[in-house]
T-cell receptor, first 110, second 113 residues
Framework: QKEVEQDPGPLSVPEGAIVSLNCTYS??????FMWYRQYSRKGPELLMY????GNKEDGRFTAQVDKSSKYISLFIRDSQPSDSATYLC??????????FGTGTRLQVFP | DADVTQTPRNRITKTGKRIMLECSQT?????MYWYRQDPGLGLQLIYY???????NKGEISDGYSVSRQAQAKFSLSLESAIPNQTALYFC????????????FGPGTRLLVL
């Protein structure tokens, strides 16, 4: 069993939709939770970072961490075609090393 | 100019050849990482370095070696390339004070025939 599980998609939604991306994990020691966005033929870039449990909001993006369920989510409101990318969750218990999910490919069509 | 650069961007080589992928950064970060990305497997850590004299193996270091020539430079070598090392390779950096944020280079596409 992988430490971090993520549905690879693809997820295809119309412009303006609310998108929900999710990861589950098995290591209860994880304390740091991140979402990276990767455009085609580019390196990943950090989108959201959360320490421990709770919610964090940044513009149209909201990250949620539920440590009791070992489940994290990224919500995108009013999705745009420019949000089309692969979204990777990442986790760490001490930030020395990140454990990445496999990524979910999102397509937002006009 | 990009903060993290990788050379070459694309490389085709033959089985058994030795190749080197290079990474340079201008962010002044201490920490540098090498990952490979394969479809369905995500990013896997090959090696990481916390400073010039501190190099550590990651999840999949077999068949690879690294060299940290300076704080800004971190090279990955495939001593004898094999076809299952065909992948997309990324270099990343982070600072000691914000370790959770890794900055990635644009990647090197490697094809081993």
């Amino acid at each position: 069993q992988k430490e971090v599980e993520q549905d690879p998609g693809p997820l295809s939604v119309p412009e303006g939709a609310i998108v929900s991306l999710n990861c589950t994990y098995s290591n209860s020691a994880f304390q740091y939770f991140m979402w990276y966005r990767q455009y085609s033929r580019k390196g990943p870039e950090l989108l959201m970072y959360t320490y421990s449990s709770g919610n964090k909001e940044d513009g149209r993006f909201t990250a949620q961490v539920d440590k009791s369920s070992k489940y994290i989510s990224l919500f995108i409101r009013d999705s745009q075609p420019s949000d089309s990318a692969t979204y990777l969750c990442a986790m760490s218990y001490n930030t020395d090393k990140l454990i990445f999910g496999t990524g979910t490919r999102l397509q937002v069509f006009p | 100019d990009a903060d993290v650069t990788q050379t070459p961007r694309n490389r085709i080589t033959k089985t058994g050849k030795r190749i080197m992928l290079e990474c340079s950064q201008t962010k002044g970060h201490d920490r540098m990482y090498w990952y490979r990305q394969d479809p369905g497997l995500g990013l896997q850590l090959i090696y990481y370095s916390f400073d010039v004299k501190d190099i550590n193996k990651g999840e999949i270091s077999d068949g690879y070696s690294v060299s940290r020539q300076a704080q800004a430079k971190f090279s990955l070598s495939l001593e004898s390339a094999i076809p299952n090392q065909t992948a997309l390779y990324f270099c990343a950096t982070s600072s000691r004070t914000a370790q959770e944020t890794q900055y990635f280079g644009p990647g090197t596409r490697l094809l081993v025939l």
